[in-house]
């Protein structure tokens, strides 16, 4: 009877052991949990901040894009985000379907993922060989959750609709399925808020007139700043008759966003690439350095976010060198008055900026990734070893061009991209 009364007591006592074992670690569960999905951006004291627009969204003047994420692995991407993030650079551009870039930053933010303020964009699908644009709202919601998946979240801070360069792309979704997802996701909290994404000033001027978005990723710098109303600031004739100051659809643009709390965040702070810095491909001709490029974008009242991109944790210190400079190493006033760059020309346009607008490509070239090897290659006067190894691993190569133009058609910067494969060719052989 007594053995038999402590095998009773020990099973009670093993129970009760187990189940505090599971309430403990329950407990412990959610509380990393709650921890995991409460974790606030503290701004840092070395970062400049400004209110994000009508949003009340408090973000770092230097912001990171998704540009380098496609060349590297998910351990330097986690450095990255990391020192992006421990640097003050709360605000992240993310464009790019490639489920290799949203992956890797997917795995950068980790348990960190809400103090990042993400725009990320509607209307990116990955074809399973290339980036695409698309209105199409089937493609747009699997393209947009795969964003959410990859991104380990159930939401992105502000929903940009993916580049509007033409009036009649923006009349052609008044009333469609399209516009209607967008705000449907608004609805159900999926994005915080509505934004769009254009390279053309009288688009953006309209879209914001429309009273719908709080943020516009916007092209802007003072080469593009100074090209003539609707002129496009990479086509070739364009710089041989600057204006004098900012065209006025422009200022128009940055005044009315000032005027009504509308945000702008800063792509081609450099004029695309770093054209800028360099004296022999800027169309001003005269090099400006990176503070001077971010001042000038900063001096807008609407700017909130200058945007760059890197590859690594040490890079991110040449763009935020800008925020212990000195007023002087900003001034970009002293290099915009010279005669030289008033004068203007051609040099450097219709260079490529690698942002793969173009693609897909009817014969599956990856067009950015030629063009930038084919920079290079003149950069260094030669092909190497190691440039004609990265050329060949290339799934198709330059001499498979069909030469159709669709992909000049897609391009918001008018790149001779037939012209650059032939190129290509020549350099490399095939």
Not at 99 to 110: E, H, Q
Not at 228 to 242: C, I
Request: some cysteine.
């Amino acid at each position: 009877m007594y053995i038999k009364k402590n095998n009773v007591m020990r099973k009670l006592y093993t129970i009760l052991t187990m189940g505090l074992c599971v309430l403990c670690a329950t407990l412990l569960l959610t509380s990393c949990n709650n921890k995991k999905n409460t974790t606030k951006f503290v701004e840092n004291p070395d970062m400049e901040y400004r209110t994000l627009g009508s949003t009340g969204l408090r973000v770092g003047v230097i912001g990171l894009g998704c540009g380098g994420f496609e060349e590297i692995d998910s351990a330097t991407s986690r450095e990255l985000v990391t020192a992006a993030l421990d640097r003050g650079m709360n605000y992240m551009d993310i464009y790019d379907a490639n489920p290799k870039v949203r992956s890797n930053i997917g795995y950068g933010l980790d348990d960190r993922r809400n103090e990042m303020i993400i725009q990320g964009h509607i209307g990116c699908w990955w074809n399973g060989e290339s980036y695409e644009r698309t209105r199409d709202v089937e493609k747009c919601k699997k393209g947009f959750e795969d964003l959410l998946t990859r991104l380990h979240t159930d939401y992105i801070d502000v929903g940009m609709m993916h580049i509007f360069d033409k009036m009649e792309d923006w009349e052609a979704v008044q009333g469609s399925e399209y516009l209607q997802y967008v705000k449907d996701l608004k609805a159900q909290g999926k994005i915080k808020h509505i934004g769009v994404s254009s390279h053309n000033a009288k688009v953006a001027l309209a879209i914001a007139k429309s009273g719908l978005v709080e943020v516009i990723m916007f092209s802007l710098n003072p080469a593009f700043d100074r090209t003539q109303p609707d002129a496009s600031p990479w086509d070739p004739e364009t710089f041989n008759n600057m204006l004098a100051g900012i065209d006025p659809v422009r200022m128009e643009l940055y005044d009315y966003c000032s005027q009504h709390d509308i945000a702008i965040t800063v792509m081609k702070a450099y004029g695309g690439g770093d054209r800028l810095l360099d004296a022999e491909k800027s169309p001003l001709k005269v090099a400006l350095t990176r503070d001077q490029c971010v001042a000038y974008a900063l001096s807008k009242p609407c700017v909130a976010v200058s945007l760059c991109s890197a590859s690594n944790a040490n890079q991110l210190d040449e763009y935020l060198h800008y925020l212990k400079a000195t007023d002087a190493e900003k001034d970009y006033n002293a290099v915009l008055n010279r005669t030289t760059a008033q004068a203007g020309t051609s040099a450097g346009q219709g260079e490529c900026t690698y942002c793969k607008h173009c693609a897909p490509c009817p014969a599956g070239i990856d067009i950015a990734a030629v063009n930038k090897l084919l920079a290079q290659a003149e950069l260094e006067g030669s092909v190497s070893k190691e440039l004609a190894a990265e050329y060949a691993k290339l799934k198709q190569h330059a001499g498979d061009c069909l030469q159709c133009g669709v992909c000049e058609n897609r391009c918001p910067f008018e790149v001779p991209v037939r012209e650059k494969m032939e190129m290509a060719v020549r350099v490399f052989g095939y």
